[in-house]
């Protein structure tokens, strides 16, 4: 298996991952605002701000900004992977053009 093979077969494996990461991450901002406005409904308090404040320390908001802040973090670490698969396939290509000027000017 040459160098390349290697790196697509890499980035084979991670594409189901990094597709699943994208989606939870486009998913939890409509999440936390669900959540949020589900905590809302029964919040404690006279006043908009007050009631914002009950709603942000309950244990549930909490654990949806979690999950947003896990989502966002797992998706960028993902993507960075594969944007340091693309670089390596990149190098991998130049250099290949690159042997292949060399057998040319050696003709």
Avoid: P
Wanted: hydrophobic share 30%; aromatic share 12%.
């Amino acid at each position: 298996m040459t160098d390349i093979d290697s790196l697509l077969e890499q980035a084979r494996k991670k594409s189901q991952d990094y597709g699943k990461l994208y989606g939870c991450k486009e998913t939890a901002d409509d999440y936390l605002k669900s959540t949020y406005a589900s905590i809302y409904s029964s919040a404690i308090g006279e006043t908009v701000g007050e009631r914002d404040a009950w709603v942000r320390r309950q244990e549930e908001y909490r654990k949806a900004i979690e999950r947003k802040q896990n989502a966002y973090a797992d998706w960028k670490t993902a993507e960075t992977y594969m944007r340091l698969l693309f670089a390596e396939s990149e190098v991998w290509r130049t250099k290949q053009a690159n042997n292949r000027y060399m057998d040319a000017a050696h003709r």
